[in-house]
């Protein structure tokens, strides 16, 4: 199993000066899958870019509707679907993602969610597949129905936080992850009420204790303090190994042994 990064920005301010780039990640080979999570702007061009064939793709996952997460999405439906010719590919996303709440979404018109099939999926709710299951988990974020996932298969739980503030029970949503990527937006103690820091990953690594950490989606300040050393740092503090995620990093990760993997530059073309 694979999960390649085609971005690692994230956030207003990063998003609009592409100091990182934006096109969210591909999880390949997950239980026979092939998912990308949260395609923001640059998605579709990353992927020819890094020599990844987007029509490979079985799975779309949008987590809310703010536009460093779903600006691809439908260019990424038609890849899917051979330019909506043939009726392909599995949609998941927050309620915002296909009907409109409030000031958010839809992100997807309805002629690009007539080719796929869709699936609305809400915090607590579980989802069983032929191989694995997927349930959506809590987030505080700005979009009030955006939710992250926990993967889960026969042999390995992947969970993804999305963009979400730190809360008192959000360990509860991610308990058993083999594998946890999550956004962290900023270093240190520099948390704000939507997004995580340093220091608040630091908190649910140590109540998760999962097997590898992964981190994703910095901010302009958290680029500037060096997301490497943030890992680093995370490291020394919970004893699991952290990987800061960089533009074009693919983690090639066994998938019996989620604290054996190797890393990979891919490189651009
Ligand atoms: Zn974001
Ligand atoms: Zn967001």
Known sequence: MKITFLGTGG???TTISQKRMT???RIDGFAGKNFHIDPGPGALVRSHEFGLDPSGLDILFVSHAHIDHYNDIEVLIEAVTQGMTKQKGLVIGSKTV???YKQWGPCISKYHKSKSDLL???RDQEVDFDDFRIKGTKTSHGDPTGV???LNSKDLIISYTSDTGYFSDIHKYHEGADILIASVLRPGKKSIKCHMSTDSFISLINKVKPKLAIMTHFGLKMIQAIPEKEAQNIKEK???PVIAAFDGMS???DYKNPGNFKIEYLERN
């Open 251 to 253: 983690i090639d990760i």
């Open 98 to 100: 296909f009907e409109r």
């Open 11 to 13: 956030g207003r301010f």
């Open 23 to 25: 096109g969210g990640f």
């Open 148 to 150: 992250g996932f926990q």
């Open 120 to 122: 609305m999926l809400f």
């Open 238 to 240: 919970t004893g699991v």
